[in-house]
């Protein structure tokens, strides 16, 4: 198993005396990209808050690899349309970036050909990209994605998954990812969470699509939107880990 990243355990929080979190559990190692699903008011963002250290939580414990550089992609970006604001400026308002540093990571998300236009003038799809870019600007060991591919449209979604996974393979970081997209997204992850204020299910995808808490969450059509295509030659078990099978021992009645 990679380095621990995080590790959230028995999170409870609450608003205005509504439970928000009842005992939750979280963690991301190194070089792993989990992906946190759930209805709207299944406390994920909260969740999310607490990752980031925004939220203390109620009770439970919140650990975090000493050190630990994160870079964050929120949900969405509003900014004033008469504010005179370029995506280089933007992206300058990281610490210690030149226009080099941000060429560079525009580069790395495939998104360079915008770096002197308006912030608001990009598309969903290449501001998405610039706010990846963004997160990628503090080198992060984990990479926390708030509805990456909000606004972006179906074959804008499946490239900007794959892109994620290479980005992955590139900086050996873990990532964390909040998202509805049941359709891509089970096959753009090695673990999946399942939120309903408490973690109804967990584990690799292909268990967790059979699982009847995330039918149950989700409805019957879920688990054909939720086919997470994976060609191998091994075994899972209950917690997604690779069987390691045993070797054939040939005996007296063996047939081959």
């Given at each position: 198993?990679n380095?621990?990243?995080?590790?959230?355990?028995?999170?409870?929080?609450?608003?205005?005396?509504?439970?928000?979190l009842?005992g939750?559990?979280?963690?991301?190692h190194r070089?792993e990209?989990?992906?946190?699903?759930g209805?709207?008011?299944a406390?994920?963002t909260?969740?999310v808050?607490a990752?980031?250290?925004?939220?203390?939580?109620?009770?439970g414990?919140?650990?975090?690899?000493?050190?630990?550089?994160?870079g964050?992609?929120?949900?969405?970006?509003?900014?004033d349309?008469t504010?005179?604001l370029?995506?280089?400026?933007?992206?300058?308002?990281?610490?210690?970036?030149?226009?080099?540093?941000?060429?560079?990571?525009?580069?790395?998300?495939?998104?360079e050909?915008?770096?002197?236009s308006?912030?608001?003038?990009?598309?969903?799809?290449?501001?998405?990209?610039?706010?990846?870019?963004?997160?990628?600007?503090?080198?992060?060991?984990?990479?926390?994605?708030?509805?990456p591919?909000?606004?972006?449209?179906?074959a804008?979604?499946?490239e900007?998954?794959?892109?994620?996974?290479?980005?992955?393979e590139?900086?050996?970081?873990?990532?964390?990812?909040?998202?509805?997209?049941?359709?891509?997204v089970?096959?753009?992850?090695?673990?999946?969470v399942?939120?309903n204020?408490?973690?109804?299910?967990s584990?690799?995808?292909?268990?967790?699509?059979?699982?009847?808490?995330?039918?149950?969450?989700?409805?019957?059509?879920?688990?054909?939107?939720a086919?997470?295509?994976?060609?191998h030659?091994?075994?899972?078990d209950?917690?997604?880990?690779?069987?390691?099978?045993?070797?054939?021992?040939?005996?007296p009645?063996c047939k081959?």
């Amino acid at each position: 198993m990679n380095e621990a990243l995080i590790r959230l355990d028995d999170i409870h929080v609450r608003f205005a005396n509504q439970a928000v979190l009842e005992g939750a559990q979280l963690q991301v190692h190194r070089g792993e990209i989990v992906t946190l699903i759930g209805p709207n008011g299944a406390g994920k963002t909260t969740l999310v808050r607490a990752v980031l250290g925004l939220l203390k939580p109620d009770s439970g414990t919140v650990w975090r690899k000493p050190k630990l550089r994160v870079g964050y992609m929120p949900q969405k970006l509003n900014v004033d349309p008469t504010l005179p604001l370029s995506v280089l400026r933007f992206l300058r308002l990281v610490p210690g970036v030149d226009r080099a540093a941000a060429l560079a990571a525009l580069k790395e998300v495939g998104a360079e050909h915008v770096i002197d236009s308006p912030l608001q003038s990009v598309s969903g799809g290449e501001m998405q990209r610039v706010m990846l870019a963004r997160a990628l600007l503090r080198e992060p060991e984990l990479l926390v994605l708030d509805e990456p591919v909000q606004g972006v449209d179906v074959a804008g979604q499946a490239e900007l998954y794959r892109l994620i996974g290479r980005l992955r393979e590139r900086y050996g970081c873990g990532v964390l990812m909040v998202s509805h997209d049941l359709h891509l997204v089970m096959s753009a992850t090695d673990q999946v969470v399942c939120l309903n204020r408490h973690v109804c299910c967990s584990g690799h995808p292909e268990q967790v699509s059979a699982d009847p808490a995330f039918v149950e969450l989700f409805g019957q059509d879920a688990r054909s939107l939720a086919v997470y295509h994976h060609q191998h030659d091994h075994s899972h078990d209950l917690h997604g880990s690779v069987v390691t099978a045993k070797p054939h021992i040939h005996g007296p009645n063996c047939k081959h």
